[in-house]
C-alpha cells in the first residue's frame, strides 16, 4: 500500500456507503458497499490469509480508493448497484449479471393493484422501481412497510382469506379501491424517498385526531409513526439527495470538458426504435445525479410512422419541449441523443423552433464518439478548441465541418472496434469515466425503446388475428389485449377465463376460433 493512500485510509467515515478500488491508471476496478465504510475498506489491507484469489489479485492492483457516504445500507445498495452497471469494473464479477437485480412492480392503473417482486421489467403499463442488488433486503423492507401502508400481494380473486385483512395488512375492500389507491401511493412516495413528507404528515396527522379527541385514530397514526422511524434504523429507502454529485468524477468531468455552467444534475438521453417504418417509437430516460431515475422515463409513439430516424427524432423533441411537458417535467441539463449528426441536426431544430436552449449532443452507434455542433450545441467548445490544439494523451478531437468530434478512448481496448486512432496508445483517458456514463445511458435509451417497440408490435399482430373473428369489435379486442396482454396468453385461457372479461356469447367465438385455428 502507497502511502498516500494509508493517509486516506485514516479518514474513512463510520457509516454507510459505496466505496471504489481503482487502478494505478484511475481506472475503476471494483465497486462495493459497506455498512462501515471505516471496517469494510480497512479489511482489504489486512490479514489476506483468508483472501482467495480473487480478492488477492484485486488488493495487489488497488493504487487509490474513493467513496461516496449515504444515508442507510439500503442507499448503499441501489447505488451500488448502478455505479457497477455503469463502470463495469473486472472484478465484480458477481454483480455483472443482469438477473440479480430486482424490481417492485406496482400496477396502478388496476382496480386493485398489487405490490410484487420482479428481476424482468417489461413495458406493461405498471410502475417498477429500482433496480435492488439485494433482494433480501428489499422484500424485508417492503414487508417492514405493509402494517403502515397495507397493500395485496395477489389479485383480490386469487385471495382465499380475509385473515390478512383482520391483521391489518391488507386494505379494507368496503373501503373502496379508490381510498386503497390513495393509501398505496404513499408507498409509493416513499419508495421514490419521500420519507421526511410522509412522516411529517403522519405526525400531524396524530396531532389532529387527538385534538379532535380521535384517540383510537391518533393511537393508529402514533403507531405507524414510531413503526417508520424505526424502519430509518434498520433499513429504509433513502432520499434521493444522499448522493453527493461534486464527487462524482463522470459527471464534474464532463462540466469541465463541455465548459456547462453546472454539473449535470439531470441528463436525458434519446434513442428511435422501429421494424421497417413500422410500429416507431421513441424513448426518453433520465439520469439524476448520475443514477437512472425509472420513475422520470417517458416513451413517445411516433405519429408519422416512416422510416425516418431524423425526422421521428425532430417529432420526439419538439413533442418533449412543448410548454406543456416543459411545465410538467422541468428542462434537463444535458442532452444525449443516440444517432449521427443528422440525428443531432435533427433536435438542434426542434428546440430551436420551441424557443428552447439546452446543451445537446450526440453519440455515434458506430465509432461511440461524441458529436458537438460548433454553433448550435449550446455549448462552449473553447476548452475542446484547447485540447484540438494541446493534445492529451487518451483524448482525440477532431474538426469536421460543422461539428466537433470528441473520442474519449482513443487506444483503449475496450472501446467500439470502429474507433478513430484505436490502438495508436495506451495511455487511460483521464476522461473515460465520461464514456462510461454515456455508454450506461444510451444502453438504457436503446433497451427502454426497444421495449416499448416490442410491446406495441406484439400488440399489433395479436390485433390482427382477433380482427379475423366474426362479431368480436375493437372494444372485446381492447379488453382483451388489456386483460391478457398476448394471443399467446389468450389461447391459454379457458373459455370460462374468456368469459369473465367480455362475456359468454364473445367468449364463445373466441374460443372456438382459437381452437379451430390450432
Not at 417498477?128 to 423492507?141: Q, R, S, T, V
Request: charged share 30%.
Amino acid at each position: 500500500m502507497n502511502k498516500a493512500l494509508e493517509e486516506k485510509l485514516k479518514t474513512l467515515p463510520r457509516t454507510p456507503g459505496v466505496y471504489f478500488h481503482k487502478s494505478k491508471s484511475g481506472e475503476v476496478i471494483y465497486v462495493g458497499k459497506a455498512a462501515v465504510l471505516k471496517n469494510r475498506v480497512r479489511q482489504y489491507f489486512q490479514s489476506s490469509k483468508l483472501f482467495d484469489l480473487k480478492t488477492l489479485a484485486l488488493v495487489r492492483e488497488i493504487h487509490d480508493t474513493d467513496w461516496i457516504e449515504t444515508e442507510s445500507e439500503i442507499d448503499a445498495l441501489f447505488l451500488e448497484g448502478e455505479m457497477v452497471k455503469r463502470y463495469m469494473p473486472r472484478y465484480n464479477i458477481l454483480l455483472r449479471d443482469d438477473k440479480s437485480q430486482m424490481f417492485v412492480r406496482i400496477d396502478m392503473k388496476s382496480e386493485w393493484p398489487y405490490v410484487c417482486f420482479t428481476r424482468n421489467p417489461a413495458d406493461d403499463g405498471a410502475e417498477y422501481f429500482g433496480p435492488f442488488y439485494n433482494g433480501y433486503a428489499l422484500k424485508k423492507a417492503i414487508r417492514y412497510l405493509r402494517p403502515i401502508y397495507p397493500y395485496l400481494t395477489r389479485p383480490p380473486a386469487q385471495r382465499t382469506s380475509r385473515l390478512d385483512e383482520d391483521l391489518g395488512l391488507s386494505p379494507k375492500q368496503r373501503d373502496g379501491s379508490e381510498a386503497y389507491k390513495q393509501n398505496l401511493r404513499k408507498l409509493i412516495s416513499y419508495i421514490k424517498g419521500n420519507r421526511v413528507a410522509l412522516m411529517r404528515e403522519l405526525e400531524q396527522q396524530m396531532k389532529q385526531a387527538a385534538k379532535n379527541h380521535e384517540f383510537e385514530k391518533a393511537a393508529d397514526y402514533r403507531n405507524k409513526f414510531h413503526a417508520m422511524r424505526e424502519l430509518q434504523r434498520r433499513v429504509m429507502f433513502g432520499d434521493r439527495e444522499f448522493l453527493d454529485i461534486s464527487k462524482d468524477k463522470a459527471l464534474s468531468d464532463l462540466q469541465d470538458i463541455l465548459s456547462l455552467p453546472a454539473v449535470p444534475a439531470r441528463i436525458e438521453g434519446y434513442d428511435i426504435s422501429h421494424q421497417s417504418g413500422q410500429d416507431v417509437v421513441a424513448s426518453m430516460v433520465v439520469f439524476t445525479n448520475g443514477v437512472s431515475d425509472r420513475a422520470e422515463y417517458r416513451k413517445f409513439k411516433a405519429k408519422n410512422q416512416k422510416n425516418d430516424d431524423t425526422g421521428n427524432m425532430y417529432e420526439t423533441i419538439f413533442r418533449r419541449f412543448s410548454p406543456k411537458n416543459v411545465k410538467a417535467w422541468g428542462k434537463p441539463h444535458l442532452l444525449l441523443i443516440d444517432g449521427g449528426k443528422g440525428q443531432l441536426k435533427a433536435a438542434i431544430k426542434a428546440m430551436k423552433e420551441q424557443g428552447i436552449a439546452v446543451p445537446v449532443i450526440s453519440i455515434a452507434k458506430r465509432e461511440e464518439e461524441i458529436l458537438i455542433h460548433k454553433t448550435e450545441s449550446n455549448i462552449d467548445i473553447a476548452k475542446l478548441q484547447h485540447l484540438q490544439q494541446s493534445p492529451v494523451a487518451g483524448v482525440g478531437v477532431y474538426d469536421e465541418n460543422d461539428f466537433i468530434v470528441l473520442n474519449l478512448h482513443v487506444g483503449q481496448q475496450n472501446a467500439s472496434g470502429h474507433s478513430r486512432n484505436l490502438g495508436t496508445g495506451t495511455s487511460l483517458s483521464p476522461y473515460s469515466d465520461i464514456t462510461k456514463l454515456f455508454q450506461r445511458i444510451r444502453d438504457e435509451s436503446h433497451r427502454f425503446a426497444v421495449s416499448y417497440h416490442s410491446t406495441l408490435k406484439q400488440k399489433r399482430q395479436t390485433q390482427s388475428i382477433l380482427e379475423d373473428i366474426p362479431g368480436i369489435g375493437p372494444t372485446t379486442r381492447k379488453q382483451l389485449i388489456k386483460a391478457f396482454g398476448s394471443l399467446s396468453v389468450i389461447k391459454t385461457k379457458s373459455q370460462a377465463e374468456l368469459a369473465g372479461v367480455i362475456g359468454e356469447s364473445r367468449a364463445a367465438k373466441v374460443f372456438m376460433f382459437i381452437k379451430q385455428s390450432d
